[in-house]
């Protein structure tokens, strides 16, 4: 029998509802698994207390047959999500004691929905990276290694935590958080599904914000249908949030198994890039002869701007960071330096203590990009780009109702391998970032192994607000994959 | 105001004669319950700290959400300033390190704000006006406060303000001479207050003004200006403007050029001192909030704000000249406040307009500002009054008995009518009467008798002996008529 850890969701809702497994066993086992992942690092937070308080209330409630959604099932929550009276750090030094007075719209909802938290998860600091090693809390591993190699692999980032505490059976499934792939990119290199919603699908309020045009929360889980559970449930319309949009949440499994016969899917021939591995491509080519052997018309399409979706993005992004990130400033909340002279100095001391490298770098770029003189230059041309990016793949659902892609540009590399050159690193986003800037839903399920033995997604992306769609070929693929594969748990669970 | 520049407005210098060119931007605060983009309160003087909320206080994840009434307010604003309503503006981010800007960053409008041109008619002496243009009206958010007085080694905060809706009215460099600025300022101030969008209360900083002053010769070129910050109340203004005329023509006769630069009015020492250079000034870096959507409003929620105004100062101006007969001078200084001109066409009901007037200006006005009231504030009201007038015009009673009740009424309350009743102040027509008193008089003062029979002029003491005589209550006409008779005077005389 399958230990309660290795549970999907749904399994474990099932289990629940059938009273095979009380929310406090379900719960115990994780904190079990949790203490003992440490190696890993997954998590900056644990709150087993508090985990097992909500489990009680959830196996009251269960007994007395009034089970939510999510009733009793644990979750690991990434730490960007504020958490009422539990630390949350971003993953920086700056918020390293800062504790919440409110709860965040997407856990709330989470919590409303019966769920329960088993801690926070590490991060790249503000979420900003792709390899989960510019954390203040340290860098997290990938449980994932290649065969017969003992180095040690990132997790991807920013939200490695979350994915390799849902790739370790730490969690039944865990929340992320995506700007240019922050979700989909982990998912992919740790052997998971990840979704990013389309903008404005769940409220960024309480989120700590790293670019607000471009931040979306999502699930991060084993299995696609567990994505449709955990996504029913974040989503909302918030009036808190301005830039949530105003539809009702659908139920996202009911359609899951619907299959892809009579579909279209696009191809989209700029992805194809000079010096991908060809284990990317040839399984780009799988991906899309499944999907065709279900049923679905392969159609190529164009997006002739996605070769300027990467510098268009490291404009943006930045430049709304730089300005979200002006309010750690060490004189309400966070880190303030000792023995300032004055209030510059307090600023500069706070900052470059509170702050990372790869932080200060960003707000260098942000503060750069948006200053007299160079403003036309870069954001109002990266502006443009958005636009004329947003039409490529308007032009392309004319033809199509998804697109297949690559989710990464390759499987997880070692730990140290790119933090010497920001630029490879950013490189890992190449896939991943043109959703963003479209304001698109995404989702990345995990399609094969490398000939190491390392996990690699493929990506489908679809129209605004068809996550619907996004899911039900996401599951296509998922059913053909047949991705059974788990990491070896050398970390000793 | 393109008309040549009036003699009398221009400033003496060595070389010959300068104008000087006024623009002003006005910060109004919006009289609104709740902040622009937060729930929290704004009455003023709450203890410090006590009207914030997470958002105005900036922490993390927090989202701001426009208060649709303070765009309302500004709108109703635009409209009184017959300006154009932008259908579509956009709030930006201004971006600058301060204590007391939470953010980190004020969310402004800057290149496409919410009101565009527009125009405000002043009134100025001998009853001229001038039209000064107005270039645009936007939102934005007020800052908090910095206390620097309340502790020896640290700066305090105060978040109350913080977050306040305030209007920023922007004029065209339309005004010449210190009076104009005054009475723009004073304009503005009675249009807003008309509205009901802001208290123009400059003692609590609900109204503040940064004034741009230069000189040029008349007629010539403009100068380079220098903008004069916060000057807080009229008085002040006029002072800021004259000195720093002044200290432009000085430099510029010696042979100096001005520094276009931003100064503080020092107003103990009346004079404008440097705060920072052009070459100082700060990069705001100004950008779309990516937290907020454009803003967007409806033609009919226009029209609908539209058809709601008030009557204001100017239609209402014309129709006290048009319906009363006032002459502009009179109507001008009845339609300053709201509050005077509804209490004036109270007082004049079925009374003679000019009549009623005097009244006001005479009596009224002269207890209040003896008394340190507004009119809104008079303990006897305009009906009241009326009734006294009309008992002057009907022969109840004199003029100087009126003013008696007056008084009665003014400290001690009461119905006029009742009053006269009571005390018996009704005039004495009764020709009977004053005949008597007339010869009590003649009798007891035969040596002035002689002299004003030589001495016409001198009849006048008769006339206050013979009212002394009657308690003030003798009809002064037949007091008259019945003295000239008995003492054979002539009756023009």
């Given at each position: 029998?399958?230990?309660?850890n290795?549970?999907?969701?749904?399994?474990?809702?099932?289990?629940?509802?059938?009273?095979?497994?009380?929310?406090?066993?379900?719960?115990e086992a994780m904190i079990a698994a949790m203490a003992a992942s440490r190696p890993l690092n997954a998590f900056v937070t644990e709150t087993p207390?508090?985990a097992?308080?909500?489990?009680?209330?959830?196996?009251?409630?269960?007994?007395?047959?009034?089970?939510?959604?999510?009733?009793?099932?644990?979750?690991a929550?990434?730490d960007?999500?504020?958490?009422?009276?539990?630390r949350?750090t971003?993953g920086?030094?700056?918020?390293?004691?800062?504790?919440?007075?409110?709860?965040?719209?997407?856990?709330?909802?989470?919590?409303?929905?019966?769920?329960?938290?088993l801690g926070k998860t590490n991060m790249?600091?503000?979420?900003?990276?792709?390899?989960n090693?510019?954390s203040y809390f340290g860098p997290v591993e990938n449980p994932?290694?290649?065969?017969?190699?003992?180095?040690k692999?990132?997790p991807?980032?920013?939200?490695g935590g979350s994915a390799t505490a849902v790739a370790a059976d730490l969690c039944?499934?865990a929340?992320?958080?995506?700007?240019?792939?922050?979700?989909?990119?982990?998912?992919?290199?740790?052997?998971?599904?990840?979704?990013?919603?389309?903008?404005?699908?769940?409220?960024?309020?309480?989120?700590?914000?790293?670019?607000?045009?471009?931040?979306?929360?999502?699930?991060?889980?084993?299995?696609?249908?567990?994505?449709?559970?955990?996504?029913?449930?974040?989503?909302?319309?918030?009036?808190?949030?301005?830039?949530?949009?105003?539809?009702?949440?659908?139920?996202?499994?009911?359609?899951?198994?619907?299959?892809?016969?009579?579909?279209?899917?696009?191809?989209?021939?700029?992805?194809?890039?000079?010096?991908?591995?060809?284990?990317?491509?040839?399984?780009?080519?799988?991906?899309?002869?499944?999907?065709?052997?279900?049923?679905?018309?392969?159609?190529?399409?164009?997006?002739?701007?996605?070769?300027?979706?990467?510098?268009?993005?490291?404009?943006?992004?930045?430049?709304?960071?730089?300005?979200?990130?002006?309010?750690?400033?060490?004189?309400?909340?966070?880190?303030?330096?000792?023995?300032?002279?004055?209030?510059?100095?307090?600023?500069?001391?706070?900052?470059?203590?509170?702050?990372?490298?790869?932080?200060?770098?960003?707000?260098?770029?942000?503060?750069?990009?948006?200053?007299?003189?160079?403003?036309?230059?870069?954001?109002?041309?990266?502006?443009?780009?958005?636009?004329?990016?947003?039409?490529?793949?308007?032009?392309?659902?004319?033809?199509?109702?998804?697109?297949?892609?690559?989710?990464?540009?390759?499987?997880?590399?070692?730990i140290?391998?790119?933090?010497?050159?920001?630029?490879?690193?950013?490189?890992?986003?190449?896939?991943?970032?043109?959703?963003?800037?479209?304001?698109?839903?995404?989702?990345?399920?995990?399609?094969?192994?490398?000939?190491?033995?390392?996990?690699?997604?493929?990506?489908?992306?679809?129209?605004?607000?068809?996550?619907?769609?996004?899911?039900?070929?996401?599951?296509?693929?998922?059913?053909?994959?047949?991705?059974?594969?788990?990491p070896?748990a050398w970390w000793g669970a | 105001?393109?008309?040549?520049?009036?003699?009398?407005?221009?400033?003496?210098?060595?070389?010959?004669?300068?104008?000087?060119?006024?623009?002003?931007?006005?910060?109004?605060?919006?009289?609104?319950?709740?902040?622009?983009?937060?729930?929290?309160?704004?009455?003023?003087?709450?203890?410090?700290?006590?009207?914030?909320?997470?958002?105005?206080?900036?922490?993390?994840?927090?989202?701001?959400?426009?208060?649709?009434?303070?765009?309302?307010?500004?709108?109703?604003?635009?409209?009184?300033?017959?300006?154009?309503?932008?259908?579509?503006?956009?709030?930006?981010?201004?971006?600058?390190?301060?204590?007391?800007?939470?953010?980190?960053?004020?969310?402004?409008?800057?290149?496409?704000?919410?009101?565009?041109?527009?125009?405000?008619?002043?009134?100025?002496?001998?009853?001229?006006?001038?039209?000064?243009?107005?270039?645009?009206?936007?939102?934005?958010?007020?800052?908090?406060?910095?206390?620097?007085?309340?502790?020896?080694?640290?700066?305090?905060?105060?978040?109350?303000?913080?977050?306040?809706?305030?209007?920023?009215?922007?004029?065209?460099?339309?005004?010449?001479?210190?009076?104009?600025?005054?009475?723009?300022?004073?304009?503005?101030?009675?249009?807003?207050?008309?509205?009901?969008?802001?208290?123009?209360?400059?003692?609590?900083?609900?109204?503040?003004?940064?004034?741009?002053?230069?000189?040029?010769?008349?007629?010539?070129?403009?100068?380079?200006?220098?903008?004069?910050?916060?000057?807080?109340?009229?008085?002040?203004?006029?002072?800021?403007?004259?000195?720093?005329?002044?200290?432009?023509?000085?430099?510029?006769?010696?042979?100096?050029?001005?520094?276009?630069?931003?100064?503080?009015?020092?107003?103990?020492?009346?004079?404008?001192?440097?705060?920072?250079?052009?070459?100082?000034?700060?990069?705001?870096?100004?950008?779309?909030?990516?937290?907020?959507?454009?803003?967007?409003?409806?033609?009919?929620?226009?029209?609908?704000?539209?058809?709601?105004?008030?009557?204001?100062?100017?239609?209402?101006?014309?129709?006290?000249?048009?319906?009363?007969?006032?002459?502009?001078?009179?109507?001008?200084?009845?339609?300053?406040?709201?509050?005077?001109?509804?209490?004036?066409?109270?007082?004049?009901?079925?009374?003679?307009?000019?009549?009623?007037?005097?009244?006001?200006?005479?009596?009224?006005?002269?207890?209040?500002?003896?008394?340190?009231?507004?009119?809104?504030?008079?303990?006897?009201?305009?009906?009241?009054?009326?009734?006294?007038?009309?008992?002057?015009?009907?022969?109840?009673?004199?003029?100087?008995?009126?003013?008696?009740?007056?008084?009665?009424?003014?400290?001690?309350?009461?119905?006029?009518?009742?009053?006269?009743?009571?005390?018996?102040?009704?005039?004495?027509?009764?020709?009977?009467?004053?005949?008597?008193?007339?010869?009590?008089?003649?009798?007891?003062?035969?040596?002035?008798?002689?002299?004003?029979?030589?001495?016409?002029?001198?009849?006048?003491?008769?006339?206050?002996?013979?009212?002394?005589?009657?308690?003030?209550?003798?009809?002064?006409?037949?007091?008259?008529?019945?003295?000239?008779?008995?003492?054979?005077?002539?009756?023009?005389?």
């Amino acid at each position: 029998m399958t230990t309660p850890n290795a549970f999907t969701l749904a399994e474990a809702r099932e289990a629940l509802k059938e009273k095979r497994l009380s929310s406090r066993e379900l719960t115990e086992a994780m904190i079990a698994a949790m203490a003992a992942s440490r190696p890993l690092n997954a998590f900056v937070t644990e709150t087993p207390e508090k985990a097992l308080a909500m489990a009680a209330d959830s196996d009251a409630r269960i007994a007395r047959g009034e089970g939510r959604a999510l009733e009793g099932l644990p979750l690991a929550i990434k730490d960007l999500f504020c958490t009422r009276g539990v630390r949350t750090t971003a993953g920086s030094r700056i918020l390293e004691n800062f504790v919440p007075p409110y709860e965040s719209t997407v856990t709330q909802n989470l919590w409303d929905a019966g769920a329960v938290m088993l801690g926070k998860t590490n991060m790249d600091e503000f979420a900003m990276g792709s390899s989960n090693e510019t954390s203040y809390f340290g860098p997290v591993e990938n449980p994932w290694r290649a065969e017969g190699s003992n180095k040690k692999l990132v997790p991807g980032g920013s939200s490695g935590g979350s994915a390799t505490a849902v790739a370790a059976d730490l969690c039944l499934a865990a929340t992320g958080t995506d700007t240019g792939g922050s979700i989909r990119q982990p998912a992919a290199v740790t052997g998971i599904v990840g979704l990013k919603p389309t903008y404005g699908r769940c409220s960024r309020w309480g989120i700590v914000a790293f670019a607000s045009s471009l931040d979306q929360a999502g699930p991060m889980t084993k299995t696609v249908r567990d994505a449709a559970i955990l996504l029913g449930a974040m989503a909302s319309v918030d009036p808190m949030d301005a830039t949530s949009v105003d539809m009702p949440v659908p139920d996202y499994e009911a359609g899951l198994e619907a299959g892809v016969k009579g579909m279209r899917i696009g191809i989209p021939k700029e992805y194809r890039i000079d010096g991908a591995p060809p284990e990317i491509d040839a399984l780009w080519h799988k991906g899309a002869e499944w999907l065709k052997a279900q049923g679905a018309e392969i159609v190529e399409v164009s997006l002739p701007h996605t070769k300027y979706a990467l510098p268009a993005y490291y404009i943006v992004a930045p430049a709304e960071a730089s300005s979200n990130l002006a309010r750690y400033d060490g004189v309400r909340y966070g880190h303030r330096a000792a023995g300032a002279k004055d209030i510059t100095d307090l600023y500069e001391k706070s900052r470059g203590e509170g702050f990372g490298k790869e932080v200060r770098r960003r707000i260098l770029i942000g503060t750069y990009v948006l200053s007299a003189g160079y403003y036309d230059a870069y954001y109002s041309r990266a502006q443009k780009l958005r636009t004329l990016i947003a039409r490529d793949f308007a032009q392309a659902f004319e033809q199509c109702d998804a697109l297949l892609t690559p989710a990464t540009p390759g499987p997880a590399f070692a730990i140290g391998e790119k933090t010497a050159d920001p630029v490879s690193m950013y490189l890992n986003d190449v896939f991943t970032v043109t959703v963003n800037l479209a304001g698109l839903p995404g989702i990345s399920v995990p399609a094969g192994l490398t000939k190491e033995g390392l996990p690699l997604g493929l990506q489908v992306i679809g129209k605004a607000f068809d996550e619907a769609g996004v899911l039900r070929v996401g599951r296509a693929l998922e059913v053909a994959a047949d991705f059974k594969a788990k990491p070896a748990a050398w970390w000793g669970a | 105001m393109s008309q040549a520049a009036k003699k009398s407005k221009l400033i003496k210098g060595e070389t010959g004669e300068w104008e000087i060119v006024i623009g002003m931007e006005v910060h109004a605060q919006v009289l609104s319950e709740a902040k622009l983009f937060s729930g929290a309160a704004t009455a003023f003087g709450a203890s410090p700290n006590s009207q914030v909320s997470f958002v105005d206080a900036a922490m993390p994840g927090m989202l701001p959400v426009i208060n649709r009434f303070c765009v309302e307010q500004a709108v109703r604003t635009g409209l009184g300033l017959k300006a154009k309503i932008n259908r579509r503006s956009v709030f930006d981010r201004k971006n600058y390190f301060y204590p007391d800007l939470p953010q980190g960053y004020q969310i402004s409008q800057y290149k496409q704000p919410v009101v565009g041109e527009g125009e405000v008619l002043i009134d100025l002496p001998g009853g001229e006006s001038a039209v000064v243009g107005i270039e645009r009206l936007h939102l934005e958010q007020d800052a908090g406060k910095s206390l620097h007085d309340q502790h020896a080694d640290y700066s305090y905060v105060d978040l109350n303000r913080a977050g306040v809706a305030l209007m920023e009215i922007v004029s065209r460099p339309d005004l010449r001479c210190a009076d104009e600025a005054v009475a723009y300022l004073k304009k503005l101030r009675a249009i807003v207050r008309y509205l009901g969008t802001c208290d123009g209360n400059m003692e609590e900083g609900s109204m503040r003004a940064d004034v741009n002053v230069s000189v040029r010769r008349p007629g010539g070129p403009l100068g380079t200006r220098c903008e004069i910050k916060n000057v807080n109340s009229m008085r002040f203004i006029a002072q800021a403007i004259e000195f720093e005329a002044r200290r432009q023509v000085d430099i510029l006769e010696s042979g100096g050029s001005i520094r276009q630069e931003t100064r503080l009015f020092d107003s103990k020492a009346g004079e404008t001192r440097s705060m920072r250079s052009k070459e100082e000034a700060h990069d705001y870096r100004y950008f779309p909030d990516p937290d907020l959507l454009p803003l967007e409003l409806d033609e009919d929620w226009i029209r609908t704000i539209e058809a709601s105004l008030p009557e204001l100062p100017d239609e209402k101006k014309a129709r006290f000249i048009k319906d009363y007969g006032l002459d502009a001078y009179d109507a001008g200084v009845l339609v300053t406040e709201r509050e005077l001109a509804d209490y004036y066409e109270e007082l004049a009901r079925g009374i003679d307009a000019k009549l009623a007037v005097n009244w006001l200006n005479n009596e009224i006005l002269g207890r209040l500002n003896k008394d340190g009231l507004s009119i809104a504030e008079c303990p006897v009201s305009a009906t009241a009054n009326n009734a006294i007038i009309a008992m002057i015009v009907d022969g109840t009673i004199s003029g100087k008995i009126a003013k008696d009740i007056l008084d009665i009424v003014w400290s001690e309350g009461g119905d006029p009518k009742t009053v006269v009743e009571a005390r018996g102040l009704r005039q004495v027509t009764d020709t009977g009467a004053i005949e008597a008193a007339v010869e009590k008089v003649i009798a007891a003062n035969p040596d002035k008798v002689a002299a004003a029979q030589a001495k016409p002029k001198l009849a006048g003491w008769f006339v206050g002996q013979v009212m002394k005589e009657t308690g003030g209550k003798a009809n002064p006409q037949a007091v008259n008529a019945i003295l000239k008779s008995r003492l054979g005077l002539p009756d023009e005389g």
